[in-house]
Protein backbone atom coordinates (compact mmCIF):
# COMPACT_ATOMS: atom_id res chain seq x y z
CA UNK A 1 0.00 0.00 0.00
CA UNK A 2 1.42 3.07 -0.46
CA UNK A 3 1.85 5.85 1.91
CA UNK A 4 3.01 9.70 2.78
CA UNK A 5 5.14 9.46 6.33
CA UNK A 6 5.45 13.22 6.34
CA UNK A 7 2.47 14.32 3.73
CA UNK A 8 2.55 17.86 5.89
CA UNK A 9 5.56 18.65 3.79
CA UNK A 10 3.41 19.65 1.04
CA UNK A 11 2.70 22.59 2.18
CA UNK A 12 5.90 23.83 0.66
CA UNK A 13 4.49 24.15 -2.80
CA UNK A 14 3.58 26.98 -3.08
CA UNK A 15 6.58 28.75 -1.76
CA UNK A 16 8.29 29.63 -5.05
CA UNK A 17 4.85 31.36 -6.13
CA UNK A 18 4.75 33.15 -2.54
CA UNK A 19 8.41 34.31 -2.77
CA UNK A 20 7.73 35.75 -6.31
CA UNK A 21 4.54 37.93 -5.42
CA UNK A 22 6.32 38.95 -2.05
CA UNK A 23 9.43 40.41 -4.49
CA UNK A 24 6.87 41.67 -7.26
CA UNK A 25 4.91 43.74 -4.55
CA UNK A 26 8.06 45.21 -3.11
CA UNK A 27 8.65 46.41 -6.79
CA UNK A 28 7.86 50.11 -7.60
CA UNK A 29 4.22 50.50 -9.08
CA UNK A 30 3.70 47.23 -7.71
CA UNK A 31 1.00 45.82 -5.70
CA UNK A 32 -0.63 47.68 -2.71
CA UNK A 33 0.82 45.01 -0.09
CA UNK A 34 4.64 45.82 0.91
CA UNK A 35 6.52 43.90 2.61
CA UNK A 36 9.89 45.19 3.76
CA UNK A 37 11.68 41.96 3.75
CA UNK A 38 10.39 40.45 0.56
CA UNK A 39 13.66 42.96 -1.63
CA UNK A 40 16.19 40.66 -0.02
CA UNK A 41 14.71 37.61 -1.17
CA UNK A 42 16.87 36.33 -3.80
CA UNK A 43 14.81 35.86 -6.89
CA UNK A 44 16.40 35.11 -10.68
CA UNK A 45 16.49 38.18 -12.55
CA UNK A 46 13.83 38.45 -15.59
CA UNK A 47 11.83 35.32 -14.53
CA UNK A 48 9.07 36.26 -16.81
CA UNK A 49 11.12 36.13 -19.94
CA UNK A 50 11.70 32.47 -19.06
CA UNK A 51 10.41 30.34 -21.86
CA UNK A 52 7.36 27.89 -20.47
CA UNK A 53 9.09 24.98 -21.24
CA UNK A 54 12.37 25.98 -18.64
CA UNK A 55 9.61 27.28 -16.06
CA UNK A 56 7.53 23.91 -16.31
CA UNK A 57 11.08 22.34 -15.85
CA UNK A 58 11.69 23.84 -12.59
CA UNK A 59 8.01 23.62 -11.48
CA UNK A 60 8.62 19.73 -12.21
CA UNK A 61 12.13 19.76 -9.97
CA UNK A 62 10.64 21.54 -7.16
CA UNK A 63 7.28 19.21 -6.96
CA UNK A 64 9.81 16.19 -7.38
CA UNK A 65 11.75 17.50 -4.33
CA UNK A 66 8.74 18.40 -2.01
CA UNK A 67 7.50 14.54 -2.97
CA UNK A 68 10.73 13.60 -1.73
CA UNK A 69 10.83 15.02 1.55
CA UNK A 70 7.15 14.03 2.01
CA UNK A 71 8.67 10.74 2.15
CA UNK A 72 6.70 7.99 -0.34
CA UNK A 73 6.59 4.50 1.00
CA UNK A 74 5.45 1.36 0.35
CA UNK A 75 3.78 -0.74 2.71
CA UNK A 76 4.06 -4.07 3.08
CA UNK A 77 1.58 -6.74 4.57
CA UNK A 78 1.59 -6.88 8.98
CA UNK A 79 3.76 -9.55 10.23
CA UNK A 80 3.16 -10.76 13.85
CA UNK A 81 6.37 -10.27 16.26
CA UNK A 82 7.75 -13.15 17.92
CA UNK A 83 6.40 -11.97 22.05
CA UNK A 84 4.96 -14.13 24.47
CA UNK A 85 4.14 -12.34 26.78
CA UNK A 86 6.06 -13.36 29.90
CA UNK A 87 7.35 -10.48 32.37
CA UNK A 88 10.18 -11.25 34.43
CA UNK A 89 12.01 -9.62 37.27
CA UNK A 90 15.54 -10.92 38.35
CA UNK A 91 16.67 -10.00 41.30
CA UNK A 92 20.27 -10.63 42.23
CA UNK A 93 22.04 -10.53 45.83
CA UNK A 94 24.88 -7.99 45.45
CA UNK A 95 25.88 -8.68 49.50
CA UNK A 96 29.48 -8.84 50.66
CA UNK A 97 29.51 -12.77 50.82
CA UNK A 98 28.89 -12.87 47.29
CA UNK A 99 32.51 -12.20 45.99
CA UNK A 100 32.94 -15.49 48.25
CA UNK A 101 34.90 -17.64 45.61
CA UNK A 102 33.92 -21.06 46.51
CA UNK A 103 31.96 -21.81 42.78
CA UNK A 104 35.02 -23.00 40.37
CA UNK A 105 37.62 -20.53 41.34
CA UNK A 106 35.48 -16.84 40.44
CA UNK A 107 33.33 -15.26 42.91
CA UNK A 108 29.85 -15.97 43.51
CA UNK A 109 28.71 -13.08 41.61
CA UNK A 110 30.77 -13.27 38.73
CA UNK A 111 29.53 -16.75 38.05
CA UNK A 112 25.95 -15.62 38.60
CA UNK A 113 26.59 -12.91 35.94
CA UNK A 114 28.03 -15.40 33.68
CA UNK A 115 25.27 -17.65 33.67
CA UNK A 116 22.51 -15.44 34.23
CA UNK A 117 23.39 -13.28 31.32
CA UNK A 118 22.82 -16.61 29.27
CA UNK A 119 19.79 -17.00 30.66
CA UNK A 120 18.72 -13.39 30.18
CA UNK A 121 19.87 -13.85 26.53
CA UNK A 122 17.56 -16.79 25.44
CA UNK A 123 14.22 -14.96 26.78
CA UNK A 124 13.84 -13.16 23.79
CA UNK A 125 9.90 -11.67 23.23
CA UNK A 126 10.26 -11.28 27.13
CA UNK A 127 9.79 -8.13 29.07
CA UNK A 128 13.03 -8.39 31.10
CA UNK A 129 13.67 -6.40 34.41
CA UNK A 130 16.98 -6.28 37.07
CA UNK A 131 17.02 -5.45 40.73
CA UNK A 132 20.02 -5.68 42.61
CA UNK A 133 20.01 -5.94 46.58
CA UNK A 134 21.81 -5.86 49.39
CA UNK A 135 21.01 -3.82 52.52
CA UNK A 136 18.78 -1.81 50.09
CA UNK A 137 17.54 -2.97 46.69
CA UNK A 138 17.29 -0.59 43.66
CA UNK A 139 15.86 -0.59 40.52
CA UNK A 140 19.02 -1.78 38.49
CA UNK A 141 16.77 -2.18 34.85
CA UNK A 142 13.07 -1.72 34.85
CA UNK A 143 11.33 -4.02 32.48
CA UNK A 144 12.22 -3.52 28.96
CA UNK A 145 12.42 -6.19 25.62
CA UNK A 146 16.04 -4.78 25.28
CA UNK A 147 17.93 -8.01 26.93
CA UNK A 148 20.77 -6.51 25.27
CA UNK A 149 20.89 -3.63 28.14
CA UNK A 150 19.66 -5.77 30.69
CA UNK A 151 22.69 -7.70 29.99
CA UNK A 152 24.71 -4.73 30.08
CA UNK A 153 23.29 -3.87 33.57
CA UNK A 154 23.92 -7.21 35.04
CA UNK A 155 27.17 -7.54 34.12
CA UNK A 156 28.02 -4.09 35.76
CA UNK A 157 26.89 -5.40 38.98
CA UNK A 158 29.50 -5.51 41.61
CA UNK A 159 29.34 -6.74 45.25
CA UNK A 160 28.87 -4.51 48.31
CA UNK A 161 27.05 -1.73 45.53
CA UNK A 162 23.52 -2.06 47.54
CA UNK A 163 24.99 -2.68 50.57
CA UNK A 164 27.04 -5.88 52.63
CA UNK A 165 23.69 -6.90 54.29
CA UNK A 166 20.93 -9.13 52.32
CA UNK A 167 16.89 -7.50 52.37
CA UNK A 168 15.09 -10.00 50.56
CA UNK A 169 11.46 -8.92 51.48
CA UNK A 170 12.71 -5.62 50.28
CA UNK A 171 13.74 -6.45 47.31
CA UNK A 172 10.55 -8.46 46.81
CA UNK A 173 8.77 -5.48 48.14
CA UNK A 174 10.76 -3.83 45.00
CA UNK A 175 9.72 -5.80 42.68
CA UNK A 176 5.83 -6.11 43.25
CA UNK A 177 5.88 -2.09 42.78
CA UNK A 178 7.23 -2.27 39.99
CA UNK A 179 5.01 -4.55 38.31
CA UNK A 180 1.99 -2.62 39.86
CA UNK A 181 3.18 0.00 38.11
CA UNK A 182 3.65 -1.42 35.23
CA UNK A 183 0.19 -3.43 35.48
CA UNK A 184 -1.58 0.31 35.93
CA UNK A 185 0.53 2.18 33.02
CA UNK A 186 0.04 -0.29 29.93
CA UNK A 187 -2.25 -2.99 31.64
CA UNK A 188 0.34 -5.92 31.84
CA UNK A 189 -1.62 -8.53 34.32
CA UNK A 190 0.87 -9.06 36.91
CA UNK A 191 -0.37 -13.17 36.90
CA UNK A 192 1.82 -13.07 33.62
CA UNK A 193 4.80 -11.99 36.14
CA UNK A 194 7.96 -13.95 37.43
CA UNK A 195 10.60 -12.87 39.94
CA UNK A 196 13.66 -14.97 40.09
CA UNK A 197 15.05 -14.38 43.13
CA UNK A 198 18.90 -15.12 43.84
CA UNK A 199 20.61 -14.82 47.10
CA UNK A 200 23.46 -16.71 48.94
CA UNK A 201 22.05 -15.77 53.04
CA UNK A 202 19.54 -14.88 54.73
CA UNK A 203 17.46 -11.50 55.12
CA UNK A 204 19.30 -9.50 58.37
CA UNK A 205 18.39 -6.19 56.99
CA UNK A 206 15.08 -4.45 55.36
CA UNK A 207 11.91 -3.33 56.20
CA UNK A 208 9.25 -5.38 54.67
CA UNK A 209 9.43 -9.59 56.64
CA UNK A 210 10.22 -11.65 53.69
CA UNK A 211 6.94 -13.76 54.36
CA UNK A 212 4.97 -10.85 54.40
CA UNK A 213 6.75 -9.73 50.97
CA UNK A 214 6.02 -13.32 49.80
CA UNK A 215 2.51 -13.49 50.70
CA UNK A 216 1.53 -9.64 48.93
CA UNK A 217 3.24 -11.43 46.03
CA UNK A 218 0.42 -14.07 46.15
CA UNK A 219 -2.18 -11.88 46.33
CA UNK A 220 -1.25 -9.59 43.31
CA UNK A 221 -0.60 -13.38 41.22
CA UNK A 222 3.36 -12.92 40.80
CA UNK A 223 5.19 -16.24 40.91
CA UNK A 224 8.43 -16.46 42.86
CA UNK A 225 11.31 -19.36 41.73
CA UNK A 226 14.29 -18.70 44.49
CA UNK A 227 17.62 -19.65 43.82
CA UNK A 228 20.40 -20.68 46.73
CA UNK A 229 23.60 -20.24 45.39
CA UNK A 230 27.56 -21.03 47.19
CA UNK A 231 29.15 -24.37 47.92
CA UNK A 232 27.60 -27.26 50.11
CA UNK A 233 27.97 -27.04 53.58
CA UNK A 234 30.41 -29.80 54.59
CA UNK A 235 32.23 -31.21 57.40
CA UNK A 236 35.80 -31.26 57.32
CA UNK A 237 38.36 -33.76 59.34
CA UNK A 238 38.46 -31.76 62.09
CA UNK A 239 35.20 -30.86 62.96
CA UNK A 240 35.50 -27.15 60.72
CA UNK A 241 32.11 -26.44 58.37
CA UNK A 242 32.91 -25.27 54.99
CA UNK A 243 30.59 -23.74 52.17
CA UNK A 244 27.43 -21.24 52.64
CA UNK A 245 26.93 -21.71 55.89
CA UNK A 246 24.52 -18.55 55.93
CA UNK A 247 22.14 -19.82 53.31
CA UNK A 248 18.53 -19.73 54.95
CA UNK A 249 16.74 -23.06 52.53
CA UNK A 250 13.88 -22.81 54.87
CA UNK A 251 12.98 -19.20 54.01
CA UNK A 252 13.44 -19.70 50.57
CA UNK A 253 11.58 -22.53 50.15
CA UNK A 254 8.74 -20.86 51.88
CA UNK A 255 8.92 -17.76 49.67
CA UNK A 256 8.77 -19.77 46.85
CA UNK A 257 5.69 -22.70 47.70
CA UNK A 258 3.37 -19.39 49.06
CA UNK A 259 3.49 -17.89 45.56
CA UNK A 260 3.51 -20.98 43.77
CA UNK A 261 6.66 -20.56 42.72
CA UNK A 262 9.98 -23.36 42.79
CA UNK A 263 13.33 -23.25 45.26
CA UNK A 264 16.38 -24.25 43.52
CA UNK A 265 20.03 -24.75 44.78
CA UNK A 266 22.93 -24.20 42.90
CA UNK A 267 26.48 -25.18 44.81
CA UNK A 268 28.30 -24.96 41.64
CA UNK A 269 28.10 -23.57 37.83
CA UNK A 270 26.84 -26.80 36.37
CA UNK A 271 24.23 -26.70 38.96
CA UNK A 272 23.32 -23.06 38.32
CA UNK A 273 23.00 -23.46 34.93
CA UNK A 274 20.54 -26.54 35.35
CA UNK A 275 18.47 -24.23 37.57
CA UNK A 276 18.18 -21.45 34.09
CA UNK A 277 17.38 -24.38 32.26
CA UNK A 278 14.72 -25.42 34.43
CA UNK A 279 13.35 -21.98 34.69
CA UNK A 280 14.14 -21.78 30.81
CA UNK A 281 11.27 -24.45 30.26
CA UNK A 282 8.22 -22.56 31.89
CA UNK A 283 5.63 -22.56 29.59
CA UNK A 284 5.14 -19.12 27.98
CA UNK A 285 1.81 -17.12 28.56
CA UNK A 286 -0.17 -15.71 25.61
CA UNK A 287 0.25 -11.66 25.46
CA UNK A 288 -0.73 -9.14 22.97
CA UNK A 289 -0.17 -9.98 19.53
CA UNK A 290 1.90 -7.25 18.51
CA UNK A 291 2.10 -6.56 14.55
CA UNK A 292 5.07 -4.56 12.30
CA UNK A 293 4.19 -3.30 8.89
CA UNK A 294 7.50 -3.49 6.82
CA UNK A 295 7.90 -0.22 5.02
CA UNK A 296 10.25 0.31 1.89
CA UNK A 297 11.37 3.92 1.64
CA UNK A 298 10.80 5.62 -1.97
CA UNK A 299 11.75 8.95 -1.70
CA UNK A 300 15.32 8.47 -3.98
CA UNK A 301 13.12 7.94 -7.15
CA UNK A 302 11.67 11.42 -6.89
CA UNK A 303 14.46 12.77 -5.65
CA UNK A 304 16.82 10.82 -8.63
CA UNK A 305 14.44 12.56 -10.71
CA UNK A 306 14.53 16.11 -9.75
CA UNK A 307 18.49 15.49 -9.85
CA UNK A 308 18.03 14.56 -13.89
CA UNK A 309 15.65 17.43 -14.41
CA UNK A 310 17.75 20.02 -12.57
CA UNK A 311 21.00 19.25 -15.32
CA UNK A 312 19.12 20.92 -18.46
CA UNK A 313 17.54 23.81 -16.33
CA UNK A 314 21.19 24.51 -14.67
CA UNK A 315 21.98 24.41 -18.03
CA UNK A 316 19.86 26.89 -19.70
CA UNK A 317 20.20 29.15 -16.62
CA UNK A 318 23.87 29.60 -17.16
CA UNK A 319 24.01 30.07 -20.82
CA UNK A 320 21.28 32.80 -20.33
CA UNK A 321 22.10 34.68 -17.48
Given at each position: MFHLAWPWMAL??????????????????????????????????????????????????????????????????????????????????????????????????????????RFVDRRRGDQIGLILF???????????????????????????????????????????????????????????????LLTDGGNDAGVIPPLEAARLAAQTGLRIFTIGVGAAEEQSLFGLTAGNTDLDEGLLKKIAGLTGGEYFRAADPAALQAVYRRIDELEPTAGQKQWLRPAAEWFTWPLALALLLSVPAACFMAERF
Open positions: LLPLPWIMLRARRAAEPGGAALYLPFAASVPAPAATATLPRAVLALLAAVWVLLVLAAMRPQWLGQPLPLPTNGRQIMLAIDCSGSMASQDMGGASRLEIVQIVAGGTRPYLQAPLTADIATVHQFLDEAVVGVAGPQTAIGDAIGLAIKELRQRELTNGAPMHQSVLI
